[in-house]
């Protein structure tokens, strides 16, 4: 990205609450159920239907805005926001305009939540994006744009939606990343949404404009649609600053548009030219009454959970594992609990974390499983941890338990009686092994007794042979160097 512009970048998310059902009405929110199934007159905007408020998304919104350190006004109101499309048959939305739920907060980044090959070269470690309001909506009807026709599903029209808008504090690709990043963990931390972009559950439009270095004017702002994932988004930005700066280096002038982002061919494709901003002619809903947000914000502060921040200061104070391990296990709110399950009985949380971060999900990555659908239980992996850092197993032997365990799902105790694995840690029976290893060596032993440490290991190497890798390494080491120094 060139250094003689400047870029600037705001968000603005949607987000679908998790709840059992729509805003307004009382019908089912579900993923993949068949089209047009989940409808009622409300939904369908027929007319004589009157909506009626879901008390439940309008906890969960104000839960977000102190998880996000909102201000929350004492009285917020619906609005409708009118429009003609065919995904909104009532030609109009109910939302809300000049008194939302929330008002400010911001999102703070953190280095795990940047991409991996950007985590070396972050610009403002610590940043925090601010936000300009939280809003409370209904979802549209999802369109299909088939050959010859196009055909709309009202199953999704009427879901609470969340509209979490930004600041323009946005600098670079990877800061949009981050941003999105983090603000899904804090939702789903929260129980807020389950905010999966593959689902449509959480869906974001990208405003990026570029101007010289020194200009303190915004250039002119580009919209960016149909972003479906958080690395897309990343990609699509990437694409369209140097598709900018190239422009107006040529000494051409944008124009204020909306352009789609082609995942396929990499690039940004023109939808329309935006003339001027839409006048969406928003007055107050006249079938709903303000709402009084005190109660709502007692309940929220009663059921706050520990955000990803607390909770990766809290795994360093409480656990005494690096900065970095607790940041990757509090990424993820499910793999945290794990995490903790995990090191309940174990005297080493490090070595917990270690197994967890290095083979747990390399495994299930490799399987292609979530930790949902993990064969072993967390405390099957604190076992592991004590039996390894016990001496009943050498770590060798530790991978080979792993490796069974993501198999049968059994306990590490039983799979090591099973297979004979104990280790041996009496002392006579290892010394009887490491004479015979020195009467069958007599070159490597004169080699360690001229001064080359390297001899030892190859001997000890022939212990754990010789015991068929249950010799305790660390006492076939002390052993043989006390018997080579004779």
């Known amino acids: ?74 009285v917020c109101k619906f609005d409708r926001k009118n429009y003609y499309y065919p995904d909104m048959p009532k030609n ?79 600098a ?35 405003n990026v404009s570029v101007r010289p270095l020194g200009q303190k004017e915004y250039g002119t702002k580009i919209e960016l649609k149909n972003l479906n994932s958080i690395s897309g988004v990343r990609r699509a930005l990437a694409f369209e600053i140097e598709r900018q700066i190239a422009f107006v280096k040529a000494g051409g002038k944008l124009d204020q548009e909306t352009r789609r982002w082609d995942d396929d061919r990499g690039e940004t494709t023109l939808m329309r030219i935006k003339e001027s901003a839409h006048d969406y002619r928003y007055f107050p809903d006249p079938d709903l009454l303000p709402v009084r947000t005190a109660k709502l914000v007692e309940d929220a502060k009663a059921g706050m959970p520990e955000l990803p921040q607390a909770k990766r200061e809290r795994f360093v104070a409480d656990f005494g594992i690096s900065e970095y391990d607790a940041a990757v296990l509090a990424d993820d709110a499910s793999l945290a609990d794990f995490f903790e399950k995990a090191s309940k009985d174990s005297p080493k949380p490090k070595s917990v974390a270690n197994w967890i971060i290095n083979d747990l999900l390399s495994a299930l990555s490799a399987a292609s499983l979530d930790l949902s659908a993990c064969p072993i239980q967390p405390a099957s992996i604190g076992e592991l941890t004590v039996l390894i850092e016990g001496g009943t197993i050498s770590g060798r032997q530790g991978k080979e338990v792993f490796a069974e365990m993501m198999v049968s799902g059994k306990a590490p105790a039983i799979i090591v009686e099973e297979k004979g694995l104990k280790q041996v840690s009496d002392t ?35 212990v754990m042979k010789l015991s068929k890798g249950k010799a305790n390494p660390a006492v076939a080491g002390e052993i043989l160097a006390k018997k080579l120094a004779q």
């Open 428 to 462: 006579g029976a290892i010394e009887a092994f490491c004479d015979e290893v020195i009467n069958a060596n007599p070159a490597s032993v004169a080699d360690f007794k001229s001064g080359k440490e390297a001899a030892l290991n190859f001997l000890k190497g022939q």
């Open 1 to 74: 990205m060139s250094t003689e512009y400047t870029v600037t970048i705001g968000l603005e998310v949607h987000a679908q609450l998790k709840t059992k059902s729509k805003m307004f009405c009382g019908c089912k929110v579900e993923y993949g159920a068949e089209p047009n199934t989940h409808t009622c007159p409300t939904c369908l905007g027929l007319p004589g239907a009157l909506p009626a408020m879901n008390g439940e998304a309008l906890r969960l919104t104000v839960r977000a805005g102190l998880m996000l350190d909102c201000n929350i006004p004492e």
């Open 92 to 170: 109009y939305q109910i939302s809300q305009y000049d008194q939302p739920l929330c008002l400010g907060g911001g999102v703070p980044l953190h280095e795990t939540a940047y991409p991996k090959d950007a985590q070396k070269t972050i610009a403002a470690l610590g940043k925090t994006i601010r936000l300009t309001r939280i809003h409370l909506e209904e979802d549209v009807a999802k369109s299909f744009h088939l050959e010859s026709s196009s055909g709309i599903d009202f199953n999704r029209a009427g879901t609470p939606l969340m509209e979490i808008v930004s600041e323009a504090d946005i």
């Open 172 to 206: 670079s690709p990877e800061e949009a990343f981050a941003y999105l990043t983090a603000l899904r963990q804090i939702l789903v931390y929260g129980d807020i949404s389950d905010a999966d972009m593959e689902k449509g559950q959480m869906r974001c439009d990208v």
